[in-house]
Nanobody, 123 residues
Framework: QVQLQESGPGLVKPSQTLSLTCTVS??????????WSWIRQPPGKGLEWVGAIAYSGSTYYSPSLKSRTSISRDTSKNQFTLQLSSVTPEDTAVYYCARDPTHYFALATYDYWGQGTQVTVSS
């Protein structure tokens, strides 16, 4: 059974960098052909795909967030990390990490999700 767990600060100040880590257990993040995504849900809005890192280490980003987003991984710890720079209150959301067995990054295709972590951007 694959399990994902998000961790990171719950409060970030405007203009700072948001950093979250997803720790995966029960499966390796380098296993073919899985893709590991970050997805967020702002209050009162729908789910929004932020970006992903593939089993190979290739990265993919939402066009609207690409200039501020970086996703990396530590294979020795079986973790992948999201960094979102220059945050504003509009980046306030519940952030989820999830596994996609396809390359479509469609919400319906994700088979395992973390429980989500609330991140609030406020001074």
């Amino acid at each position: 059974q694959v399990q994902l767990q998000e961790s990171g600060p719950g409060l970030v100040k405007p203009s700072q960098t948001l950093s979250l880590t997803c720790t995966v257990s029960g499966g390796s993040i380098t296993t073919h052909y899985y893709y590991w995504s970050w997805i967020r849900q702002p209050p009162g809005k729908g789910l929004e795909w932020v970006g992903a890192i593939a089993y190979s280490g290739s990265t993919y980003y939402s066009p609207s967030l690409k200039s501020r987003t970086s996703i990396s991984r530590d294979t020795s710890k079986n973790q992948f990390t999201l960094q979102l720079s220059s945050v504003t209150p509009e980046d306030t959301a519940v952030y989820y990490c999830a596994r996609d067995p396809t390359h479509y990054f469609a919400l319906a295709t994700y088979d395992y999700w973390g429980q989500g972590t609330q991140v609030t951007v406020s001074s």
